[in-house]
């Protein structure tokens, strides 16, 4: 692995990855006559250190034809006062010969007080067209180049295809190229052993699935909280938390610098409990229980 991982310092949009990462999607059920809407709510919590850093709400739907993601995160605790980071993220595609396919990414919200927002569109006609702002000019990062569009897709589609290859009863391994809007990335995935995991609503044995981010081009010039480094790697730990439901991300994690980053899973159906608030044994299982009985 070349030593750049090593080596650089953590821009900010890594910390915006790693909450955006957390919105591996709800597999469709292709291949019936009368394709039925399937929505899910999911809500996620990120420690820094241990520490509460930030947490993500995620409403899924997707009916094995299309699908829409809407992903909302900000910081908490010495993370919102270092950067108040807010953000929206919403992606509709459709599915095609088990391929996800965007045809609109959108994101909004504010960085360190200043507002920001992207808008993607996807047309086999006209190619992807795309607005920043701030443009690149504006936010101090090289622009990328029109011949390094061809055939990206949004960070959260890419995920998804992960998640509909591991539906499919493949590994997760597989390359994505990425543009966000600002930047060009590729995404690579791999399969490692499966790992024992603890957490609010699941404990057991998980598929992990490695992605690493390999950075291309329109990364910003400016570095953003010095002492995190570059993560190498971030794991995501996939289990069945309901036998109604597909599998979900129960865990996520990558080091950091200052320590480990780490996402967990805490409420299905929508959040229940102020972030950084974990139920109780007793409360869990309660939970578990009437989430199983709302999806049916």
Not at 147 to 170: M, N, W
Request: proline share 6%.
């Amino acid at each position: 692995m070349p030593p750049i991982f090593q080596t650089k310092k953590i821009p900010i949009y890594l910390i915006a990855l790693f909450f955006s990462a957390v919105s591996f999607t709800l597999p469709g059920r292709a291949g019936s006559d009368v394709a039925r809407l399937q929505r899910l709510e999911l809500a996620y919590n990120i420690y820094l250190g241990g520490f509460l850093a930030g947490s993500v709400d995620v409403t899924i739907a997707s009916d094995g034809k299309r699908y829409r993601i809407n992903n909302v995160a900000r910081s908490h605790g010495v993370l919102d006062f270092l950067v108040n980071f807010r953000r929206q993220n919403d992606v509709m595609g459709q599915i095609i010969e088990h391929a996800a396919m965007p045809s609109e990414y959108a994101a909004s919200g504010v960085w360190a007080g200043e507002a920001r927002s992207v808008l993607v569109n996807y047309s086999d006609a006209k190619g992807l067209r795309f607005t920043a702002r701030p443009n690149a000019l504006e936010d101090e990062r090289e622009p990328v180049s029109p011949k390094l569009l061809s055939g990206t897709v949004d960070p959260f589609s890419a995920l998804y295809q992960a998640i509909l290859r591991y539906e499919e009863g493949k590994k997760c391994d597989g390359t994505s190229k990425v543009f966000d809007g600002r930047r060009r990335y590729d995404f690579l995935f791999a399969a490692v052993a499966s790992r024992p995991v603890a957490g609010p609503l699941f404990s057991g044995s998980a598929y992990v699935c490695r992605v690493r981010q390999i950075p291309i081009a329109g990364f910003a010039k400016r570095a953003w909280l010095p002492h995190l480094m570059r993560p190498e790697w971030t794991d995501i730990w996939v289990a069945k938390v309901q036998d109604d439901l597909p599998a979900l991300p129960v865990r996520l994690e990558a080091d950091a610098g200052l320590g480990s980053m780490v996402v967990k899973l805490m409420a299905i159906g929508g959040r229940k409990y102020p972030p950084g608030e974990e139920p109780s044994e007793q409360a869990r299982g309660e939970e578990v229980a009437s989430d199983a009985n709302s999806q049916r």
